[in-house]
C-alpha cells in the first residue's frame, strides 16, 4: 500500500499551465507504477489571480500551500501586468510564498545532459564526461532582505543595502547543503568574500563547525569571484555549491547556463521539514502560450525533484530522470533544445513520450 500526499498545484500565467499539465501526467504515471496516491489540489498565483481577485498572492493560496505537503508552481507574469505597481505584480506572488511558507534554501541543479552537449558553450575538452553540480542559495536573509534607503549627501542622493547574516540562518542552509552532497558525491564548496565582507566571515566560521558534523564530507572554500572563474573554467570540480543570497542568485544563473538550456532546469525551495515549493527555473514565456512550442521538461525535472526531497521517494524521482534521458537519446527535442538531425515535438507530445518511457 502506498502513502499519500497532498501536492497544492499553482500553474500560474503564459506557459505555465501547459507544462504543469504534462508534468502531472507524468505523475500521474508514477502514481500507477508506484501505488502511491497523489492528491492534487489547483490554485490561482500570479497575473492570473489578479485578473479573478485582485491580489497577485490570496490568501485562501498560501493556507491551501500550508495545508499540502509540497507546492508545484508553474510560472507567474507577463507584459498584460507590467504597468501595475512593484508590490502588485505578478511577481510578488513568488516571493510572498516564499516569505509566508518559510522556504529559505534553493536547489538549483546544473546536469548537462549527454544528448545536449552540443547546447554547452564551452569547449568539448572542458566538459569532459559529465556536468552535474547542485547550487544551495539562502533564499530570506542577506542583501536583499537588510535594511536599505536613500539620503542625501551634500545635495546628492545616494542609496544603502545592508548585507546582514545570523548564525541560525547560515547554520541551517549549511546543514541542508552538507545533507545534500553526502547523499551525491560528498563534497561541499562553500562561496563567499571572507577577504572582505564581515558578514562573509561569519558565514565561513558557521559553515566550518558545521562540517565537523559531516566527517565524509570534503569541505573547500572559494571567494565568490574566483568561483564564478572556476565555473566555466573547470566546472567538473563542483559537486554541491552553498552560497548567500546574492551570491546564489548570480552563481545560480551562471551554472544553469552553462548546460546549454534554461528550458532543462528545475528547482527547489524547502522550508523546515521536507516541505518545498517545486518550480521550473525558466519564466512564463506569454509569447508561447497556447502555441504547443514551451518546453515542460523542467517543470517535469521539478516533480522529480519533489519525490526525492518532500516525498523521500528516490526511486521514482530516478525514474522520471532516466524518462527524460531516454527522449533525448531518442532524438526528440522541442524548440529551444532542437538541433539538426532530430525529432521536433511540442509540449504535449513530449510529455506524453517522457509519460511512456516510465
Not at 497575473?47 to 495545508?67: H, K, N, S, Y
Not at 558525491?185 to 571572507?194: H, L, R
Not at 547556463?257 to 528550458?263: D, L, P
Request: charge should be negative; aromatic fraction near 6%.
Amino acid at each position: 500500500m502506498g502513502e499519500d500526499f497532498k501536492i497544492a498545484v499553482i500553474p500560474g500565467d503564459g506557459i505555465g499551465p501547459e507544462v504543469v499539465r504534462e508534468a502531472l501526467g507524468v505523475l500521474e504515471k508514477i502514481a500507477v507504477t508506484s501505488g502511491h496516491r497523489f492528491t492534487i489540489k489547483e490554485l490561482l498565483a500570479g497575473g492570473c489571480a489578479i485578473d479573478a481577485t485582485g491580489r497577485p498572492l490570496p490568501p485562501e493560496t498560501v493556507q491551501a500551500c500550508r495545508e499540502s505537503d509540497a507546492v508545484l508552481l508553474g510560472a507567474v507574469g507577463g507584459e498584460k501586468w507590467d504597468g501595475l505597481p512593484g508590490d502588485q505584480r505578478p511577481e510578488m506572488a513568488l516571493l510572498g510564498l516564499r516569505g509566508q511558507l518559510g522556504l529559505y534554501a534553493n536547489l538549483r541543479p546544473a546536469f548537462l545532459y549527454q544528448q545536449l552537449k552540443e547546447a554547452c558553450p564551452l569547449k568539448p575538452e572542458i566538459i569532459g564526461d559529465q556536468i552535474d553540480l547542485m547550487v544551495v542559495r539562502e533564499l530570506t536573509g542577506g542583501i536583499y532582505f537588510g535594511p536599505r534607503g536613500r539620503s542625501k549627501q551634500d545635495s546628492r542622493e545616494q542609496a544603502f543595502d545592508t548585507e546582514i547574516y545570523s548564525e541560525g540562518e547560515v547554520e541551517r542552509i549549511a546543514r541542508i547543503a552538507f545533507d545534500i552532497a553526502r547523499q551525491r558525491n560528498s563534497k561541499v564548496t562553500s562561496v563567499d568574500k571572507a577577504n572582505i565582507l564581515e558578514s562573509s566571515r561569519l558565514w565561513r566560521e558557521v559553515v566550518i563547525r558545521v562540517s565537523q558534523d559531516f566527517p565524509e564530507v570534503k569541505l573547500n572554500h572559494l571567494y565568490v569571484d574566483n568561483a564564478a572563474m572556476q565555473m566555466v573554467r573547470d566546472p567538473k570540480q563542483f559537486d554541491v555549491i552553498v552560497t548567500s543570497n546574492l551570491f546564489g542568485d548570480i552563481l545560480s544563473d551562471e551554472a544553469g547556463m552553462i548546460t546549454g538550456s534554461i528550458g532543462m532546469l528545475p528547482s527547489a525551495s524547502l522550508g523546515e521539514g521536507n516541505f518545498g515549493l517545486y518550480e521550473p527555473v525558466h519564466g512564463s514565456a506569454p509569447d508561447l502560450a497556447g502555441k504547443d512550442q514551451a518546453n515542460p521538461l523542467a517543470t517535469i525535472l521539478s516533480v522529480a525533484m519533489m519525490l526525492r526531497y518532500s516525498f523521500n521517494l528516490s526511486a521514482e524521482a530516478a525514474a522520471i530522470k532516466q524518462a527524460v534521458e531516454r527522449v533525448l537519446a531518442a532524438g526528440y527535442r522541442t524548440g529551444d533544445i532542437m538541433s539538426p538531425g532530430k525529432t521536433l515535438v511540442g509540449t504535449e507530445q513530449i510529455g506524453k513520450l517522457v509519460t511512456s518511457f516510465i
